[in-house]
Nanobody, 124 residues
Framework: VQLQASGGGLVQPGDSLRLSCVGS????????MGWFRRAPGKGREFLAG????????KYSDSVEGRFTVSRDNFKNTVYLQMDTVTPADTAVYYC??????????????????WGQGTLVTVSS
């Protein structure tokens, strides 16, 4: 199983950015997907999750209203649209796959597979 995250980079405060995560080696549409991040000096934090069909989503308080999770099961891809970013959003962003596809997991132990991470730096 591989989860390949991409789309990170250097952006300015207030900008938008879309992260992508492509899954391979798994039946993608059986898995719920999640996005987490690890900021410098901090633990990994749940941001957003989406059920296997895309019908259910959950967000952390820190990103709700600014970030949007979506998926395209035909492309085996989950997205994280990040709007109005701030320097506090600087982190390595990870996608993860949860075998309980109907359930939207918010905790790390609920996810079996993890991507390698993509770095997002927000700075003027």
């Amino acid at each position: 199983v591989q989860l390949q995250a991409s789309g990170g980079g250097l952006v300015q405060p207030g900008d938008s950015l879309r992260l992508s995560c492509v899954g391979s080696g798994l039946t993608f549409n059986n898995y719920g997907m999640g996005w987490f991040r690890r900021a410098p000096g901090k633990g990994r934090e749940f941001l957003a999750g989406i059920s296997k069909t895309g019908s259910n989503t959950k967000y952390s308080d820190s990103v709700e209203g600014r970030f949007t999770v979506s998926r395209d099961n035909f492309k085996n891809t989950v997205y994280l649209q990040m709007d109005t970013v701030t320097p506090a959003d600087t982190a390595v962003y990870y996608c993860a796959a949860n075998p309980r596809g109907i359930h939207v997991g918010t905790r790390e132990f609920e996810y079996d597979y993890w991507g390698q991470g993509t770095l997002v730096t927000v700075s003027s």
